[in-house]
């Protein structure tokens, strides 16, 4: 908060006043929540094939209980008895033989408990004897009837890390030379933090294709993840984004980027145009609303601000920052009564999370000690 912002607000409220807190990150908090937003965004890695592939499984779900509708109703005793059959063959080590029965019997099962047992069995089978596409259907099952569940959630994970690996393995044999085994290198050195080998990874695509979408942003990102980027490396990120916008005009994930780079520069007037762009291209970017909003208030702009705050709170109403940023604007549009609501709820959400995070520090003590107290 400027000098000159903060002698606008005794009239209606200041910040000490109104009893919240002024909300100062660091420069690293500032730039990991840069990059968690501009994650969010992508969608990029092993979580858009995994969404991909949980969007399949679910296509198949709903063909799976179409079949299982279309069965004969007075056959259903004898649908459970050959669900049942096909179980015991397959935990007594016979999947060879019990998998065409498990595929059959998951169709028709309507037994809740039974069904859990046939698609674990099946996913089982499938995996572990070199038909792993046969797991689709299993998989399709537990995550939509069992999507709570831990031992249906452990089985998929393995099996989607199984598939994973698989897939990897095959477009390292069957391309060793495209650009998209970089790509999943790539992704694999940031994953394990090793960033600047990543970046390599990143420059050798655009040696392949420069004109790739994404990948200049992907290597902007890296860049900016190191614990302690140097102010060429930040640059030359800021280049990396921009150069990802001359490819693909409409990546908001990259305008909000350069608008926080901006903002983090004292750059308001860029800081308010990136983010204004970013808003528009994705009507549900919330941090992109609050980075304009952000903007905007410390550029003592705070009428236009409030439209966007508003925004990011409908999105965010759980944020503290929101609802602090928000209440400052409206202090400095001079509406008192607005800024005493949103002081108070900054004071609430603040202690809601404060709450929080006082029983995730409890619990993670209690596994270490499992004597300790529970929180008041």
């Not at 198949?60 to 004969?72: D, E, H, I, R, Y």
Request: glycine share 6%; proline share 5%.
């Amino acid at each position: 908060m400027t000098a000159g912002a903060s002698r606008r607000l005794p009239l209606i409220c200041v910040a000490a006043a109104c009893g919240f807190k002024a909300i100062s990150p660091s420069g690293g908090e500032v730039r990991w929540a840069m990059i968690s937003a501009y994650n969010r965004r992508m969608r990029f890695g092993f979580r858009a094939t995994f969404h991909f592939l949980l969007r399949s499984f679910l296509l198949l779900s709903v063909a799976a209980a179409g079949w299982a509708q279309s069965s004969p109703k007075g056959a259903a005793n004898t649908a459970g008895g050959e669900a049942e059959r096909a179980a015991t063959m397959a935990e007594s080590g016979h999947c060879v033989e019990a998998l065409p029965l498990l595929k059959k019997a998951i169709r028709q099962t309507s037994n809740h408990d039974l069904k859990k047992r046939i698609a674990l069995d099946g996913l089982h089978c499938a995996m572990t004897h070199n038909t792993p596409y046969d797991s689709l259907e299993f998989l399709s099952v537990l995550s939509r009837d069992f999507p709570h569940d831990p031992e249906a959630l452990y089985a998929a994970t393995h099996a989607y890390s199984d598939l994973a690996l698989r897939s990897s393995q095959d477009l390292a044999r069957d391309a060793p030379f495209s650009y998209e085994v970089h790509e999943l290198n790539a992704e694999a050195l940031e994953m394990q933090g090793k960033w600047d080998e990543a970046a390599v990874e990143y420059r050798r695509i655009l040696e392949i294709n420069p004109m790739l979408p994404g990948i200049h942003a992907r290597l902007g990102r890296t860049l900016l993840s190191k614990p302690q980027p140097s102010q060429i490396e930040v640059e030359q990120a800021r280049k990396n984004f921009e150069e990802e916008l001359e490819i693909d005009p409409r990546n908001a994930a990259a305008e909000y980027v350069l608008g926080q780079l901006a903002a983090d520069a004292n750059d308001s007037a860029t800081a308010i145009r990136h983010f204004t762009r970013a808003t528009k291209l994705d009507t549900s970017f919330s941090e992109a609303y609050l980075g304009l909003g952000t903007s905007l208030n410390s550029a003592k702009r705070f009428a236009d601000a409030i439209p966007a705050l508003e925004a990011y709170e409908k999105l965010a109403p759980d944020s503290p920052t929101g609802h602090y940023q928000l209440a400052f604007a409206y202090a400095g549009a001079g509406r008192r009564d607005d800024a005493n609501r949103e002081a108070a709820l900054q004071r609430e959400t603040s202690e809601a999370l404060e709450a929080v995070k006082r029983k995730a520090a409890v619990a993670q003590e209690k596994q270490q000690a499992p004597d300790a107290p529970e929180p008041k």
